[in-house]
């Protein structure tokens, strides 16, 4: 009786006390929100500076373009060749040729480049490993050269029809696809106009490495934007702190039974919501701009959620290290700048540098930074429709390297701001 | 106020009796700065006791040491040396159920300049887990008592000095404190507020053996309020009493302070204490501070002797007998507000 009495009371207190734990760090979080959204300044950096450059954005680059003076194809030729009073004709031969001896610019004085880079194999299975053949070889193109090739250039009543396989995330390949249909269109038509007929039809049909086509700069460029929005949040968790160390309402708490982790939590959870919302408002002015995306938009906005919590735990330790608001957000300023440059890798072709190897997932040196973990997944998402299984070790990854930067960021405030001071 | 009114402690002696609630034991605070030779001693070896349910008054000029001594009671500066004991226990800074129990209001206001002035007590009160109900119907009593209730949904930013200091002083008193620190409180309030917190201090002591430790530079206020009263300078506790025992040994009578135009040395003081009678006559700084009973009928006679001295008096200084006499008396300097 008295015992059963006495587990309930531990049990009312011990739900009571949680229930404290989740007041304390909901009162603080609740604190910073008014704070953060009473502050003009932090709209204006945290929403409308991303959205208006990716409404700028969405404008110029909207259309795919590439930088590339040469693109490498590769070549898969299953033309059997046809025969014809016993002379066999072997079209998809001269195709390659063809498409080896084009060269640019005719301009006298300067030495010819050759348009197309040919590699040629037998065997090509489009497996899961096309897009790492393709990361390899630097490929922009694959060209596949049908078994009857020859024939159907002799039938004249039928298309000509090849098919190609690219990655339309690159830019390169829709150069490359725009080359390549105007020499396979004039190869046609000269061909059948020596065997005597008119120039006929042509048919290109389009692979894709699991990809959906049509994919621009734009598409590429909206996680950095999204992600800009969020590494903006590094500005305002440092600040607000050392404000709060600046203005001693630090001390004000210091001395009350808070704990380290109610505070920061507060401001995490304060930085969660705010997040959340640049999230929302963000992807949604990128579908308004035309961004081309198959895959799931909650998990590209979890991911970069999950991100963004690591952006509070740099301003934590920005803010450690800080002893005025003016400087931590100097210091933000800065270190947002790599982060937000990082994400615009992809789109400039910058390739990951391997740091180690687990079962075959590369972890790149940059991974270290979440912004450029956060990046790759959401294009793998958004513009592969890749799903969370796919990207499981990236998603894991981010959560450690999340992990680690908050616990870092916990033991330095403890450490450096929350201790008695010296002087 | 229970605290006994016996006279006890002197300075330098550490005293272990069963009712202190604080105990301070040699201890000490050197700031070291690069652009100065010599460390200063802001607290320097104190070692005294305060008892539960006193009202501890700390009356010191400018840079005695005041706010540094707070700051290390309250755990938000670390000592150089020495010991600090709550109830006998060494001060843990970590430990939330001392930290209930002090409540400190900092010299300088703090306070987050976004919230209202209700939310600022608000969070500060949920902090120290007090219950949503109870904590809204301290709030409004505080603000009341405060006169602040008409501004409580003012962003505090927008506050005038006076209130954000109201709104400073409601802070640290939220969680009903039973040991209450409070650093130069009294600067800036108007005389209404300041009656308030004197009244609301009084009560706020007599009840459940509270302990308010208070600097100020209003000697009166210290005087009538404080159960003892420590009189620092440079870091030293000069004087540790009752005000009735201090004003007895140490400011018997009013104090006369003579500004001289030039230079003068001790045969200047041997002349007056000669030539007036009942007067204790001492060189102090570029003073000459003069104790005795009803000095203003003795002005005219000292100013002649001074005078004939070759000298000339620039200013004279009259305190009539106080806590403010032997602050004089000890430190040979005012107390600058
Ligand atoms: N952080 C610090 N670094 C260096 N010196 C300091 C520091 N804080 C205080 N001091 C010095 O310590 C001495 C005591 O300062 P303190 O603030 O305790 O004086 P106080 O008695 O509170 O004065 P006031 O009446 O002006 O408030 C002063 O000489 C001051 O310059
Ligand atoms: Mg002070």
Redesign the pocket.
């Known amino acids: 009786m008295d015992e059963k009495k006495n587990t309930q009371n531990k049990f009312f207190s011990i739900t009571q006390n949680i229930g404290y734990e989740f007041r304390t760090t909901l009162k603080l979080s609740l604190k910073y929100l008014k704070e953060i959204f009473r502050s003009k300044l932090f709209l204006i950096i945290a929403v409308a500076l991303p959205a208006v450059l990716m409404i700028f954005m969405g404008v110029i680059f909207g259309g795919p373009i590439s930088a590339v003076q040469s693109f490498n194809i590769l070549v898969i030729n299953e033309d059997i060749g046809y025969t014809n009073d016993t002379i066999t004709y072997t079209f998809g031969d001269s195709l390659i040729s063809t498409l080896e001896t084009i060269t640019y610019p005719i301009e006298e004085g300067e030495d010819p480049i050759n348009i197309f880079y040919v590699y040629e194999t037998d065997e090509y299975n489009q497996s899961t490993e096309d897009y790492l053949i393709y990361e390899e070889h630097g490929l922009h193109l694959t060209l596949i050269i049908p078994e009857n090739f020859s024939e159907v250039i002799f039938n004249f009543d039928i298309d000509v029809k090849v098919t190609v396989v690219g990655d339309p995330v690159t830019g390169d390949y829709q150069s490359s696809l725009t080359a390549f249909s105007s020499i396979y269109d004039e190869f046609v038509g000269v061909v059948r106009l020596s065997l005597g007929d008119d120039a006929g039809h042509t048919v290109i049909t389009e692979n894709y490495l699991d990809i959906v086509g049509n994919t621009t700069i734009f598409d590429l460029m909206v996680p950095g934007f999204v992600i800009i929005g969020i590494v903006m949040n590094i500005v305002f968790v440092s600040s607000i702190l050392t404000e709060e160390y600046e203005q001693k309402t630090l001390e004000k708490l210091q001395l009350t039974p808070m704990r380290t982790i109610h505070l920061i939590g507060g401001l995490a959870l304060a930085q969660l919501l705010v997040a959340l919302v640049q999230i929302i408002v963000l992807f949604a002015i990128s579908l308004a701009f035309g961004y081309n995306a198959i895959g799931s938009y909650i998990l590209a906005g979890i991911i970069i959620w999950i991100m963004s919590l690591s952006m509070s735990a740099i301003g934590m330790i920005i803010a450690s290290v800080s002893k005025k608001a003016t400087i931590a957000s100097s210091i933000s300023s800065v270190v947002a700048i790599p982060l937000y440059m990082i994400t615009f890798f992809p789109v400039w072709g910058i390739e990951a540098i391997p740091m180690f190897q687990i079962n075959g997932n590369v972890f790149g040196v940059f991974d270290i930074l979440p912004t450029n973990l956060a990046t790759n997944m959401v294009n793998q998402v958004m513009i592969y429709g890749q799903t969370l299984s796919d990207i499981g070790f990236e998603f894991v990854s981010l959560i450690i390297v999340t992990l680690i930067y908050l616990t870092i960021g916990v033991v330095l405030i403890s450490l450096l701001k929350l201790r008695p ?1 010296k ?1 | 106020m229970t605290a006994s009114k016996e006279i006890e402690t002197q300075e330098g002696e550490a005293v272990r009796d069963i009712g202190s609630s604080i105990e301070v034991v040699d201890l000490k ?1 050197h ?3 690069k652009n100065l030779d010599e460390a ?4 320097d070896g104190l070692s005294f006791s305060i008892r539960k349910g006193e009202i501890f008054g ?1 009356l ?12 290390m009671l309250v755990g938000l ?1 670390k000592p150089s040396s020495g010991q600090i004991l709550f109830n006998g226990e060494e001060l843990n800074v970590n430990s939330s159920k001392l930290k209930s129990v002090i409540g400190y209001v900092p ?1 300088e206001t703090a306070f987050w300049k976004e919230l209202t002035v209700y939310e600022n007590l608000s969070t500060i009160g949920t902090m120290y887990k007090i219950p949503n109900k109870e904590l809204k119907e301290r709030i409004d009593h505080l603000l009341e008592g405060l006169y602040l209730t008409e501004h409580k949904k003012k962003l505090a930013s927008k506050l005038s000095g006076g209130m954000q200091r109201r709104l400073n002083l409601a802070m640290g008193m939220v969680h009903h404190p039973q040991i209450l620190l409070l ?2 409180v009294f600067v800036g309030l108007d005389p209404q507020t300041r009656n308030y917190l004197y009244d609301y201090l009084r009560d706020f002591a007599s009840k459940d053996d509270k302990t308010i430790i208070i ?1 100020s ?1 209003l000697m009166e206020i210290v005087d009538s309020l404080s159960d003892r009263v420590g009189i ?1 300078d440079l ?1 030293k506790m000069l004087a540790l009493d009752t005000p009735e025992n201090l004003k007895n040994t140490h400011g018997k009578g009013d104090i006369l302070l003579l500004e001289i135009d030039k230079e003068f040395d001790e045969s200047l003081v041997s002349k007056i204490d000669k030539s007036v009678t009942d007067v204790s006559v001492e060189k102090k700084e570029q003073n000459i501070s003069i104790k005795t009973l009803n000095a203003i009928a003795k002005i005219p006679e000292i100013l002649n002797v001074v005078e004939a001295e070759g000298y000339n008096v620039e200013d004279v200084k009259l305190t009539k007998q106080s806590l403010e006499t032997v602050f004089i008396s000890l430190t040979g300097k005012e107390l ?1 507000v």
């Not at chain 2, 200063?40 to 607290?43: C, E, L, S, Y």
């Not at chain 2, 040491?65 to 700051?71: D, H």
């Open positions: 001071k002087e | 605070k700031f070291t700065s200063v001693k802001a607290v700390l010191g000029p400018n840079g005695a040491g005041k706010t540094t001594l707070i700051r500066l010299q650093d130069e600097t530079h620092l870091g600058r």
